[in-house]
Every structure is written in structure tokens, then in C-alpha cells.
């Protein structure tokens, strides 16, 4: 399936990143990073990275909405960071445990399994692959990690610049650091070779 997203005109780009801004949670406050609190960087990808996410922007900004929910609903706290991708997605989660944030995203990936077949006329057909955890190692990690989440889109080939993208926490971290507070961070936490050969 063609991702939507570029065929779009540049009319139809800023009424959907005007819904993205009106669905996107406030950010009460930059994310920071507590050595005594536990954050994890997780990946959910689709199988054989289809583009089953990505068949329509509505479903982008669904999905969107259901993840950070998710999160939100588990752990009592707005992830630091989050995107989602056409056939995966990123987000970055304080938490005590991560077994019970992996299984409520596996129940949002049964959910959403039944809900695209359902529509598609394709029961059975295999969408997730699976969701991978990675603990933050210090704080040099944590903001790199932020980086990178925010960095994905463009790393992807799918926009220029962060806040191009509407499924993402770019524009409500933007919004709240300020541009010239991202760069600084950008350039002290580099992503360098982030991702290699598991985001690619």
C-alpha cells in the first residue's frame, strides 16, 4: 500500500498537522531525565516492515492517539518522546517495570491486528512483528534517545524537518523547549550511528 502522506497537497499537509497540534498532549513540561527513574526506549514495528500503519493518514493519527493513551494509561505519565512511522513507531516511557507497558502494547497490536483486517477483508494476516525494549543507560542516552525518536522521519526519508512530521512529539517539544534549546541539545546528544542495523 502507498503511504499517503506524500501524495497529500501542501493544503491537505497543514489541515492534518493542525489536527495532529489539536490531538497532541500538552506537554506540562520539558522531558528530563531522573537518575533514580527508569525510562525504556521502545520499538514496535510491523511485519515485514509493511506499511499497515501507514495506508492512510487517518490511521496515522488514530494510532498516534491510541499509543500515547496506552502509555499514558499504564504508566500515569505522557511518554518523553513518541513517533509513529508508516510500519513502525518509537516511543520513550518512564516507568517502574516494562514487562507491563510491552504487554499493554501487545494488546493495542491485537487490537488494532483485528480492527485492519477486519477493514481490509484480510483475517488472519500477520501485522506486528513485535516490540523491542532498550533501558536508558544515563542521561547522555536518554537525550540522544529523544533525539533520534524525533529525528526518525526525516532519517526516513518521509519529511525535512521534525515538525513537518504530525505523528510525533516534535512539534509539542518544539513548541515547549524552543528551537534554539533543541539545537543545543541536538548537538550535545548526538545520534550518531543510533540505530544502526535495527532502524534501518
Same mark, same amino acid.
Given at each position: ?15 492534518? &498537522? ?19 527513574? &527508569?525510562?525504556? /526506549? ?8 509493511? +506499511?499497515? #500503519? ?13 499509543? !500515547?493513551?496506552? =502509555? ?18 518509537? !516511543? ?16 493495542? /497490536? ?7 483486517? %477486519? ?7 500477520? =501485522?506486528? /512483528?513485535?516490540?523491542?525494549? %532498550?533501558?536508558? %543507560? ?7 534517545? #529523544?533525539?533520534? =525518536? ?20 516534535? #512539534?509539542?517539544? &518544539? ?15 548526538? =545520534?550518531?550511528? +543510533? ?6
Amino acid at each position: 500500500m502507498s503511504y499517503a502522506w506524500r501524495s497529500l497537497t501542501p493544503e491537505l499537509r497543514k489541515l492534518f &498537522l493542525l489536527q495532529r497540534k489539536r490531538l497532541k498532549r500538552p506537554w506540562h513540561r520539558p522531558p528530563h531525565f531522573e537518575q533514580r527513574t &527508569l525510562h525504556y /526506549h521502545l520499538t514496535g514495528s510491523c511485519y515485514e516492515h509493511q +506499511y499497515w #500503519i501507514g495506508c492512510s493518514a487517518e490511521r496515522m493519527g488514530d494510532f498516534s492517539q491510541r499509543l !500515547v493513551e496506552a =502509555i499514558e494509561t499504564n504508566t500515569n505519565h505522557a511518554p518523553a518522546a513518541w513517533c509513529v512511522l508508516p510500519n513502525h513507531y518509537h !516511543v520513550l516511557v518512564r516507568a517502574e517495570e516494562v514487562k507491563p507497558v510491552v504487554a499493554e502494547l501487545a494488546r493495542l /497490536h491485537g487490537r488494532t491486528s483485528f480492527e485492519w483486517n %477486519r477493514e481490509e477483508n484480510a483475517r488472519g494476516r500477520k =501485522i506486528w /512483528h513485535g516490540v523491542a525494549d %532498550r533501558a536508558m %543507560r544515563g542521561e547522555g542516552h536518554f537525550w540522544a534517545t #529523544i533525539n533520534y =525518536i524525533h529525528h526518525n522521519p526525516v532519517k526516513h526519508g518521509h519529511v525535512e524537518k521534525w515538525d513537518d512530521w504530525p505523528f510525533s512529539s516534535a #512539534i509539542g517539544y &518544539l513548541d515547549e523547549v524552543g528551537r534554539d534549546e533543541a539545537t543545543r541539545t541536538w548537538k550535545a546528544y548526538p =545520534i550518531l550511528d +543510533y540505530g544502526k542495523g535495527w532502524d534501518d
